[in-house]
């Protein structure tokens, strides 16, 4: 349960002692949540050296995606005739976040995140992120506010890449999903209900689910996790690595490389802000 590890960042903690409960958040590494503890269990995985490492990607946590989830073919989009470059699930997840607000009775902390020349080299426009996070009772809200600053509609699709700590790698998800996309070999195949991520080292994306809405098992938790999200997330990726104690199941907006193919893509009009949440809670 220890969860006050020894680190370069400035780490904020939060704790709901009603429930047992806490979580752990960086916000000058992404805005990184490291640590939730629901009903006195730690229920997500963290590789430290990733996290201490700032030239790594975190393997861990709950990492931020945006503006895109996943990558693009050869890592490039096109705008108005201008060819851009964006890493792997955008840059959210590897930059300063600021705190905007930091209420630890509330359990409660406001970040925000503006463009900068650096961020308008890769994608051009003018935008103000606010992501609230609360743990209420046992249940972790990120509310999400994506702001275009820009004078033209600003393509994105956000996402979250949360790494949940489990042994067992049989996933039974409690989802309305009809199908999955096996990245694999880029087909699509029937859900049958459950996805073995044992040896898988791609993706596979659940797919065409009414109800936003997924439940599910951990190993080291007594009680399945549920997660809840807004409409904007159409799609349910998850993901492991062999031999790591995770499996990851993120709500995306879009799949991959949507900048390119248009498909899916959301466009925030200039002055307008979308408003929309994802929460991670045991089951009650």
């Known amino acids: 349960m220890s969860h006050s590890m020894k680190t370069q960042y400035k780490m904020y903690h939060y704790r709901h002692l009603p429930t047992n409960s806490w979580f752990t958040i960086c ?12 009903n006195g269990q730690e229920i997500l995985y963290l590789n430290k050296e990733t996290f201490e490492n700032p030239a790594s990607n975190v393997r861990g946590g709950i990492p931020i995606l945006f503006p895109i989830c996943d990558r693009l073919n050869n890592g490039v989009y096109e705008i108005d005739g201008q060819i851009y470059q964006l890493k792997n699930h955008g840059f959210a997840r590897n930059v300063c976040w600021e705190v905007l607000e930091s209420n630890e009775e509330e359990c409660l902390i406001k970040l925000g995140l503006s463009s900068t020349p650096e961020t308008k080299a890769v994608y051009p426009y003018d935008f103000q992120l606010t992501f609230t996070f609360q743990l209420r009772d046992q249940e972790l809200t990120i509310f999400q506010e994506y ?10 699709y956000a996402g979250f890449h949360p ?5 067992d790698k049989h996933m039974v998800f409690q989802t309305d999903a009809k199908n999955y996309l096996d990245m ?5 195949k029937k859900y049958e209900g459950s996805l073995h991520l044992e040896t898988s080292t791609e993706a596979f994306i659940l797919m065409n689910a009414k109800q936003r809405h997924i439940r599910f098992s951990l190993s080291s938790v007594s009680k399945p996790i549920v997660l809840k999200y807004g409409k904007e997330f159409r799609y349910v990726a998850v993901w492991s690595e062999p031999g790591k104690d995770f499996v990851c199941v993120e709500p995306w907006m879009a799949k991959p490389d949507s900048l390119n193919t248009g498909e899916d893509l959301i466009f925030v009009k200039p002055n307008e802000t979308l408003r929309t949440f994802f929460t991670i809670s045991l089951d009650q």
Not at 163 to 167: A, E, G, K, N
């Open 147 to 156: 702001e275009n600053r820009s004078v033209q509609n600003m393509p994105m």
């Open 163 to 167: 790494y949940f700590l489990t042994q």
């Open 184 to 188: 694999h070999d880029r087909f699509q």
């Open 27 to 38: 916000p000058e590494r992404g805005g990184i949540v490291t640590s939730l503890g629901l």
